[in-house]
């Protein structure tokens, strides 16, 4: 059985390791997830035998809406919410990690703790609390992506951890978010993180329910709230498919509520692998498997070479030992391009049984270049979208970097989304800055250690940045780099016009 599975149950526990024999091979899974838990439901002490909500040891966070334009009616509405869904939930008490730890913001521009998740052992005590809760008038505007943030980063950042630990935030709006685009790279953080948000909204906001589309659990949920009569109805499927979600035994109502899918807009997508011998050999094989996990995201084209249906993967890595700008080596080793597979399946096989370390030095801006050449100029049927995502470890050799600058550029000029993945404790910011493409809180993920929960943080990172770039949500190039790719397109003319006549 794994460990993980087990960490955060009681009467369960693990020898040092100087007193554990040697590893033994692996053997076959006793349960599959579900009948362990349903297993530990049974035996633990904790457990009364009744179904609970919520099902699994959860985070609640509750953000309340104090912006300029809230009145204390709404307040008190909001107020009230909270109280009735704490009354109706199990709230722990002990030491036995059930039910649900419950902490309370408020927010405007800024956001303040009123409520934290060690405040109160006591279901009552909590309650008392949160009737005493009074509204402070603000003249401050609203900023949910802000107020996401901060959520995820200070009230999440010491929480109970756990493979069935779930993280909920619960955020009231009475309006849009001032910055609109801030709600969209905390999306992408939440799903990295995976907390599920929730918005009860008071009036219509088109634009974050709009970026909500992009789960399709039915989990994050964006419900409008009626500001005058019974608003009970209407958060039923939050209690339903969110807060009591149970994905073992899950109510039918949820699976109803799953979102359909808009039309799909395909990707061609290359991943450029950093394999220089700065890397270790057993981080280099922990890469490898971030890249299997990551083909997951992808529909893959069951025809690449020609059908216009289905996403297609290339992969490069960098560099060849024996590459420099001055000689004729070729600056990567092309793994596989967008026509090769036609199954992940292929794909990932490739890659844990060919794939090898190079060794080399680091040339991501020839690798770049090399893969928009080589790769993407000659592929039939292209798909709408283009996205070059970088693997990263370290800066970039010293006679790569004017390529990177340049060539990075103009990839963002002709449409390409850079996504770049930094891993690794030693990185150059402003090279990092200057590869990514804009908003850089949506392009640029970067990691401490290479190892499995870093490396799951770029992977559920992955699934939402696409859904953005398949639905437009950022244009390529930017409006901020259009007087910079007019320079390079007339530079790119000019180019052209001297070399024709001098023919």
Request: hydrophobic share 35%; net charge positive.
């Amino acid at each position: 059985m794994e460990r993980h599975f087990l960490t955060f149950y009681p009467n369960i526990f693990f020898l040092p390791l100087s007193l554990q024999g040697y590893k033994g091979a692996k053997g076959m899974a006793s349960f599959s997830p579900c009948e362990l838990i349903a297993y530990i439901r049974e035996h633990s002490s904790c457990y009364q035998g009744t179904t609970e909500c919520p099902a699994y040891p959860t985070e609640l966070v509750f953000a309340l809406d104090i912006s300029q334009d809230t009145t204390l009616q709404m307040f008190e509405q909001m107020k009230k919410i909270v109280t009735e869904t704490v009354n109706q939930t199990n709230i722990r008490e002990s030491n036995c990690p059930v039910g649900a730890r419950v902490a309370v913001v408020s927010y405007s521009s800024n956001t303040n703790y009123l409520i934290r998740f060690t405040d109160f052992q006591s279901k009552n005590k909590l309650l008392q609390e949160l009737r005493r809760l009074s509204f402070q008038r603000t003249t401050n505007r609203r900023d949910i992506g802000g107020s996401m943030k901060f959520v995820a980063r200070h009230l999440f950042k010491r929480t109970l951890q756990g493979a069935n630990v779930r993280k909920v935030a619960v955020f009231f709006s009475n309006e849009e978010s001032g910055h609109p685009s801030s709600v969209n790279a905390e999306l992408l953080e939440y799903s990295a993180l995976e907390i599920v948000p929730v918005i009860l909204a008071f009036n219509n906001i088109t634009e974050v329910n709009r970026a909500f589309l992009m789960d399709d659990s039915g989990q994050a949920q964006v419900i409008a709230i009626p500001t005058r009569g019974d608003y009970s109805p209407f958060l039923k499927r939050f209690q339903l498919c969110t807060l009591c979600y149970d994905k073992c035994k899950p109510d039918a109502v949820c699976g109803r509520t799953r979102r359909t899918r808009s039309p799909w807009e395909y990707v061609d997508a290359a991943f450029v692998l950093d394999s220089s011998r700065k890397i270790n050999p057993d981080e280099f094989k922990k890469l490898k498997e971030f890249l299997s996990r990551a083909l997951d995201h992808f529909e893959i084209s069951s025809q690449p070479a020609t059908s216009s249906v289905g996403d297609r993967v290339a992969m490069v890595s960098h560099a060849a030992p024996a590459f420099r700008p001055q000689n004729q080596v070729v600056p990567v080793k092309k793994q596989f391009d967008l026509v090769t597979f036609s199954t992940t399946q292929f794909m990932k096989k490739y890659i844990q049984e060919s794939v090898q370390q190079l060794d080399g030095g680091a040339a991501v801006g020839h690798a770049i270049q090399w893969t928009i050449n080589h790769i993407f100029s000659y592929t039939p049927n292209p798909r709408k979208h283009k996205v070059i995502i970088v693997i990263s470890v370290g800066g970039t050799s010293h006679w790569d970097k004017a390529v990177l600058k340049k060539v990075s550029l103009r990839a963002k000029c002709q449409g390409y989304a850079l996504l770049v993945v930094s891993v690794g404790q030693t990185y150059n910011s402003t090279e990092l800055e200057e590869l990514a493409s804009y908003p850089l809180e949506q392009h640029l993920v970067q990691l401490g250690r290479i190892h499995k929960p870093e490396l799951n943080y770029a992977v559920m990172f992955l699934k939402p940045f696409l859904h953005f770039l398949r639905n437009g949500f950022n244009s390529y190039p930017p409006a901020e780099l259009r007087t910079k790719c007019h320079k390079v397109s007339t530079k790119k003319s000019r180019h052209v016009f001297r070399h024709h006549s001098h023919k």
